[in-house]
């Protein structure tokens, strides 16, 4: 079995993609904390719920050939929308719009949330390793 065909993994798969993106946006925002008028820019989360929910339907019509079978249809990610938020404090008199301090703090949750999601992703791996360990016992 391709683990790429599993939902749980293109799930994770889009949730790490996201939050890479949503990382590399951080780092611009931090690297512009001097740039006289630049504001701070976000990326728009997915709907993961939505996802899952899709992927859920799409699984309705699968197709066993064996009992030890089991296809799956992948789940699609999209592109991720970068937008400015409205500032919730004050700008600079250069105009500009970015707080070090809120950046290293999204920063840090993009990183506890991809050390969480990286966790599922290899429970979720060494649970399918379990199991193909002990069929082909």
Do not use: C, W
């Not at 966790?119 to 193909?132: D, E, F, G, V």
């Amino acid at each position: 079995m391709d683990m790429s065909e599993l939902s749980i993994v293109n799930l994770t798969r889009n949730k790490l993609n996201y939050l890479s993106e949503r990382q590399k946006v951080i780092a611009a925002n931090v690297a512009n904390v001097n740039t006289p008028g630049y504001v701070a820019k976000d990326v728009e989360e997915p709907d993961f719920a939505a996802m899952v929910k899709s992927s859920r339907s799409q699984q309705m019509q699968m197709t066993v050939t064996d009992p030890k079978h089991m296809m799956t249809a992948p789940i699609q990610g999209g592109t991720y929308k970068v937008y400015t938020p409205r500032p919730d404090t004050a700008l600079t008199i250069d105009g500009n719009g970015v707080s070090i301090e809120d950046q290293l703090n999204e920063a840090s949750k993009v990183k506890s949330e991809h050390e969480k999601v990286l966790t599922i992703y290899n429970k979720y791996k060494s649970l399918l390793q379990t199991a193909n360990t002990k069929i082909n016992a």
